[in-house]
């Protein structure tokens, strides 16, 4: 009783700010959990990377104008999303360096705006909220939103996941049988930006790839169909970032400052371990 | 406005910034060629925790910096040859920068801190630092160039470098190696998070611009050698940080090169193959 006492500690359940982000990040965990599961298997997770870097963009400037950074995520996302698209339609080296070029100048953009907030309104944490994140911090005014772009993005991925599921895991044949492949991977690229906002509003812009890709690539390796690897990256990530709030909750008891380690911090590392775990059970259950 | 530009402690800032970016032009030139891009990326940022990490324990910034390098160039070299190479790199650089959080987020000085770390700060550099980034340069370029032609063989048509005895493991770590190096020095300046635009932007404009390797490394220079002293000089002049400059010019330069590839006619960047050749020549 008393170690459940020293896990949950008194006011965890109350607390509204703790539901709150108890409720964002289950959702965003269950709305990266089919993005990502397509993202790995398709071998992007540097797009998915590069555009959680370029929604700091976004972040930057919501915080500079003063809206939720939410829809400064998304837009950028959206944004970023067209602009590969745009840019490196034919191939996949050059697309690299494409994306790698366009994702510097919206980091380098995103500090120019983060420079102009701290400067405009005297404030300091912003730069630390839009890379590093702050669950704590999502507003309940942002909930709704928070569930309206997840059900989107999960709409488009089930409105696309027959066709998106052949291109990813044979592009010949669904090449060969030619079903409007580009507009499944517009479909896809929408969803992934959504998706990476969604994640980079939990646990920040720059480390929203773990949210997205981590728990995919951990389920990848335990589960043998796409259907079972979904529900498994959904139930490792809602609990990766359900236990990476309770322990940033009660690590504000915990050295060096008493102020609270990072939610992020706990949600990395533990979609981290999740991931090896894993792996190491895949390579057990191979051998077997 | 401008007065104050080269007195006393910006020398020192001129040139560490100017050795720091032709070894990242230099650097970047096979970090493009060898589509190493994941990696440019990757060793940069997770050497940002290597930064708040020295931060917090007091110690100076190039050795935090310089030891995540090494330690991230390590990862990538030893997980890299297994397959999932994407994914594992950006779980682990995820979980680096988390932990840098987490460093920062103990420092009492936190966001100012941050903010220079990730988008650079020109006079981070203190004359300390002048003597051990000279000798880190000089043997990063050094190592470019004795490797020259093993690395672009290697680059360009492994089973040809295979058949003349390179051994493609040793190569890559040692590429790996000079990224680090190149990191390690760039990213007190540039910001962790910019790092990558100065090691990506100079060279992939140079390949638009000719076909032929050295050359093209030496545009890679020179063009991250215009980018650091405007950056720093406009950076200087509107107190704006200095990764907003340095990523802008990194498009300004690849948006050029591309529409000029494109006015010659050019089906843009040299094949692997016609490398190769001029690189066993």
Redesign the interface.
Known sequence: MSILHAIFQPGLFSNSSVQDAAVVGAVVALVCAPVGVFT?VR?Q??A??AFA?VTATGGSAAFLLGVSPLLGFVVMALAGAGATELLGA??Q??R???T??????????S??L??LT?TAQST??A??TV??GSIFAVSSSTLPMVIGFGATALFLVGLVYRPLLLSSINPDLARAQGAGLRVVGLVYVVSLALSVALSALTI?A??S??LL??PA?AALRLAKSPGRAIACAAVIGVAATWAGIVLAYDSYNWP??Q????V??F???L??AA?LLAQLTGRRARQA | MLSGLFSGFMVDTWLQASVMAVVAGAVGFFVVLRGSSFAAHAIPQGAFTGAAGAALIGANTLVGVGTFSLLGVVAIARWGRRGQHDVVTALCLVTVLGIGSLFLSMNTEYSEQTFSLLFGEPLAVSSSDLLPTALLGAGCITMVVVLFRPLMLSSVAPELAAARGIRPARIELLFLLSVGVATTMALPVVGALLVFSLMIGPPATARFVTDRPALAMAVSGALGLITVWVSITASFWSNWPIGFFVGTFAVVWYATGRSLARWRRKPGPVLPLELAGAGSR
């Open positions: 790995v071998g997770s540097f998915g990377h870097d034919e191939r080296r050059g690299d360096l494409a790698g070029v366009l994702l510097g100048a919206g980091l380098g953009l500090a120019l983060l420079y701290t300091t944490g730069a630390v890379l590093f920040g720059i480390l790839t773990a890709i981590g690539a060096p400052a102020q609270g380690w990072p992020s911090f949600v990395v590392s979609v981290l991931y």
